[in-house]
């Protein structure tokens, strides 16, 4: 293939790209967007601060205005994220115990039911899990509200939207290590249990380099019986090209592992300022990264 969508779909995959609604009207940017990319997720405009910014009253056009683009450019869209301890909206911000339960368990379904049945898949919870040694949950006040918020957000979501693939999403999960190992407890549970569960992202917000054990690591998971997906790629660093074309490698050799999505891009729409993490530079140009990506598909 000739573009990034193009040749993942020769194995069956995607590549996919954040978008930005406020983007929309740069015709360099929707030109890379519609020849290279043919899965998108909306970089802000479906959390929760953005589509219930008072609570009962949702705000569905910015992502609106993200799925129609999309779909008029024959791509399909991950939804992304349902329930989240970052960019909820201020009201939801100091709210706890059964409210709070009650408010994340209405968010999903009406903003999954607004969806229904237009989305490829769902980021249902995003980062619920600590970084560092102990592979235990976040604190927030998501977790604070009874540490089953987790499934009960996945059985919301099944039941709002019961086509749209339900996934885990998180980073510094991307070697075998105590933050990926707890996820791999939870999804290895929630199969045992019946809690419904079909991919897992991983974010990939990479610098100079990757785990050695990176491919295991979404091996292992696929192992469980899901989808593993790279989400929100970027990578900083000199070495750049190389670590692009062994993530896409690694991706390739998962047979579970069915698209990646960078988080951006040109350079300058990343939101890791001044580190150039993408594929295209800030005119739009093909970077080695695009290259390396490219033929390692
Ligand atoms: C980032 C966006 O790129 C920024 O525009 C925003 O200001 C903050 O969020 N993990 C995620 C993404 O799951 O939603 C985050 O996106 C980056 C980290």
Redesign the pocket.
């Known amino acids: 293939g000739t573009t990034l969508g193009a040749s993942a779909a020769e194995t069956g995959r995607y590549f996919g790209t954040?978008v930005?609604v406020g983007k929309l009207g740069d015709s360099t940017y929707v030109g890379i967007l519609n020849r290279e990319f043919n899965r998108v997720t909306a970089?802000?405009e479906m959390?929760w601060d953005a589509t219930e910014p008072s609570q009962g009253s949702f705000n569905y056009a910015n992502g609106d205005r993200i799925l129609n683009q999309a779909v008029g450019n024959g791509s399909r869209v991950r939804g992304?994220?349902l329930a989240?301890h970052?960019?909820q909206p201020g009201w939801a911000q100091g709210m706890s115990g059964s409210a709070l339960r009650n408010a994340m368990v209405n968010h999903i379904t009406q903003v999954a039911t607004h969806y229904r049945g237009r989305l490829y898949a769902w980021?249902v919870v995003?980062?619920a899990f600590a970084d560092g040694n102990g592979g235990g949950r976040r604190d927030s006040n998501l977790q604070r509200t009874g540490n089953d918020w987790i499934e009960v957000a996945f059985r919301t979501a099944r039941a709002a939207d019961p086509g749209a693939k339900l996934c885990y999403?998180d980073?510094n999960t991307d070697g075998v290590n105590a933050k990926s190992t707890g996820i791999y407890n939870m999804v290895a549970d929630f199969k045992a249990r019946g809690v419904p569960i079909d991919c897992v992202g991983f974010?990939s917000?990479l610098t100079n380099s990757v785990p050695g054990d990176y491919q295991a690591n979404l091996q292992r998971f696929a192992n469980l019986g899901v989808d593993v997906q790279i989400?929100?790629l970027d990578i900083s660093g000199s070495n750049q090209a190389n670590v692009y074309a062994s993530v896409v490698r690694s991706c390739m050799a998962v047979a579970r592992c069915t698209g990646l999505t960078v988080?951006?891009i040109r350079d300058s729409d990343?939101?890791r300022t001044g580190q150039n993490p993408l594929l295209f530079d800030n005119n739009g140009n093909k970077k080695a990264a695009y290259t390396s990506t490219l033929n390692a598909l």
């Open positions: 954040a930005s970089e802000n959390k992304h994220a989240w970052n960019q980021d995003n980062e999403n980073y974010q917000h989400t929100e988080w951006g990343s939101w």
